[in-house]
């Protein structure tokens, strides 16, 4: 789905390169988290993929295209068939959840009838069914980004990439908006997660590459990747283990997808909605409420 | 379902961004409106040319006792003289069309009656003599006849009404043409403005764009609605230019200065109806053009 092959990246005026020598495979279906630190250059490759940028040496094959020989006039295609999560969600402040939701489906001139039943699909497959005339500062930091997610997923893309879809989120949010991802993983889609937050990623089990000021330095399949830090949420998640072991079908229902699946409590939108409440910043959260309560 | 948003998006923008469009639609209207005064002004000089170049005459003034030509040496023009000349008139058509004499105060009561509100008014001082007033065929031969009656004995001067004409008319050419340059700096700011309007805009809807950009909207949906807001605009500002220059023309000269003048031609609201629509679809085009070279510069896609 997506392959990198010998990828430089060297940005005008800057002597080392973002991304040196980088080669990977993504194959479909696959969730893959990108580790490092700060400017080891997780958002380059994402920028590569989205062709927001062009290599400088190299070539990167996305859904079957060469980007290096993309036209111009074919750029909007490729990014419809990748849906884009960052961290500062980059909602539309004076839309509502439907309506930033309704957005991405309106400008590619989608009819009003796949609007009405896609939107509220799509939320309440990211755990906002009953949110939809909130406007984003009414939201949690983790329910904005559940908006942002439910934006880059309403038209269905093979691939999702996520840009520290959880820096600006606490850990028991960013845990649940990465259940989340794992959830449109579970639809089939490519899901590409970067992350400096290696709490979230031990408790995922999933492949992760991790680049160090540009160099690929280690990609390990699922299951191999450990800290060694096996913290709290770990043990939550191992706590939770056995509830999903007992829920099989749930999973399944998402790659069918049925809608009445997506209520089944298989632990993913009530912990993230629940947990990420008490703990949003203050004016977020006193904000939530006050229209919470002025509501009913 | 597209069309009925970017119906949307275009309603929006502009409600958003009404002092700008407003002000896009006053600089328009205002280079239009000269645009539209200089290309009046042109087109009543064709008019006046054509209505006058028909009825230009070639005055020969005779000699009158005292009078300052030095061909005359102070003597009025005898009858003898009058009958040679008369004769040698003759003698060039069919250059010269027609002849008729016209004594001094034939000429000054048609002075009085015709030119009182001329521009040619002043020219008339000259005029009161005995004179042939001769018609050409061709109001460009005047040289032909200017070169075998000039100098005959009792024949003050040879006058070519088209020399005087031509210095009005080129007095009204220079005017129109100054508004014409003059619309066309006020263009030019209508042309900033607009590329400064879209860049404003653009900056402003720039969380708006990048999601479009991000969910891989087409080029022309993301610059269809600024391209549109922008052609409002100016399309807005150029029909009201053409209605002021409407009823400028419809109050201004077919309803004053040509029941003023009756002596002369003037352009008509027609005149207004033929520039218009190259008006309209100019500031089109010019306007379209701006805010799509703008986009490119400006709005990456
Ligand atoms: N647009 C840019 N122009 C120049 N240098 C950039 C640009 N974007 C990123 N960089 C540099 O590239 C390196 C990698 O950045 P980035 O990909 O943003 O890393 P990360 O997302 O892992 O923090 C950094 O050294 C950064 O300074
Ligand atoms: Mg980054």
Known sequence: MILFENVTKTYPRTTRPALDDVS????????AFVVGTSGSGKSTMMQLVMKEQDVTRGRVLVAGRDLDRLPERKVPALRREIGCVFQDFRLL???????????????????????RQTVPETLELVGLAGMEKRLPHQLSGGEQQRVAIARA??????????DEPTGNLDPDTSL?????LDRINRTGTTVVMATHDTVTVDAMRKRVIRLDRGVLVSDMEAGDYTTGSIPRIRLEEEAEAPRRADEPEASDGYDDGDPTAYDEPDGLPPIGRDADEPRSRGGIFRRHKAVQTSDR | MRFQFLLGEIGNGLRRNLSMAVSVVIVTMISM???????????????????????????VMLCAEKTRFTNCAGEATTDAQRTAIKAELEALKPTVKEVYYESRDEAYDRFKQTY???????????????????????AGKFDVVASSIKGMPGVADVQDQKKLLEKFFTFMNTVSWAAIALSSLMVL???MLISTTI???AFSRRRETGIMRLVGASNFTIRFPFVMETVLSSVLGAVLAMGMLWATVRYGVVGFLSQTLTDTAFIGVADVYYVAPFVIVGVIVLSSLTSWVTLRRYLRV
């Open chain 1, 24 to 31: 990977l495979e993504i194959p479909r279906g696959e969730f």
């Open chain 1, 93 to 115: 402040p004076n839309k509502t959840v439907f309506q930033n939701v309704a957005y991405a489906l309106q400008v590619l001139g989608s009819s009003r009838a796949r609007i």
């Open chain 1, 153 to 162: 997923f309403v038209n269905r893309p093979p691939i999702l990439l996520a």
């Open chain 1, 176 to 180: 649940g908006i990465v259940q989340l």
């Open chain 2, 33 to 59: 409106y000269l645009l539209g005064l200089g290309l009046m002004g042109q087109r009543q000089v064709d008019t006046m040319k054509d209505y006058w170049y028909d009825r230009v005459q070639v005055t």
């Open chain 2, 116 to 138: 009182k509100n001329s521009p040619l008014a002043r020219a008339g001082e000259s005029y009161f003599a005995d004179s042939y007033r001769v018609n050409l065929n061709d």
């Open chain 2, 189 to 191: 700011a209508a042309v």
């Open chain 2, 199 to 201: 860049r404003q805009t």
